[in-house]
C-alpha cells in the first residue's frame, strides 16, 4: 500500500498528487523492506504535505490509536511553512 500515488487528489490539502511513494522489497522479512520514491525531490509542496500527513496516519494506526487533533494541528502547521492550503471538506 502506497504512502501517496501520483495523479490522486490530495485528501487533506488542496491540489493533485505529483509524487508516487511506497514501502519496497520483500514483506515477510522486514529488515528487507526500503521506501521507493522514484528519486523524487519533493518540490511540490501539497504533495510533501500530503505525504506527511499520510505517514504520520499510518503511525498512529499501526501504534493502534488516532489522533486527528494532533493531525489538524500538523496540517496548520505544514499549512503555513509550505505555503499550502487546507482543503475545505464541505
Do not use: C, W
Not at 487533506?12 to 522486514?30: A, I, L, Q
Not at 504535505?49 to 504520520?56: E, G, R, S, T, Y
Amino acid at each position: 500500500m502506497s504512502y501517496i500515488r501520483a495523479g490522486h487528489e490530495l485528501r487533506d490539502f488542496e491540489g493533485e498528487s505529483t509524487s508516487y511513494v511506497f514501502p519496497s522489497g520483500d514483506s515477510r522479512e522486514r529488515d528487507k523492506i526500503f521506501v521507493e520514491d522514484y528519486d523524487d525531490t519533493y518540490e511540490d509542496n501539497p504533495s510533501f504535505a500530503q505525504l506527511i500527513i499520510n505517514i504520520i496516519r499510518r503511525f498512529f494506526k499501526e501504534e493502534g490509536f488516532e489522533d486527528e487533533e494532533y493531525i489538524e494541528k500538523i496540517k496548520k502547521v505544514l499549512s503555513k511553512k509550505l505555503n499550502v492550503k487546507v482543503r475545505v471538506i464541505k
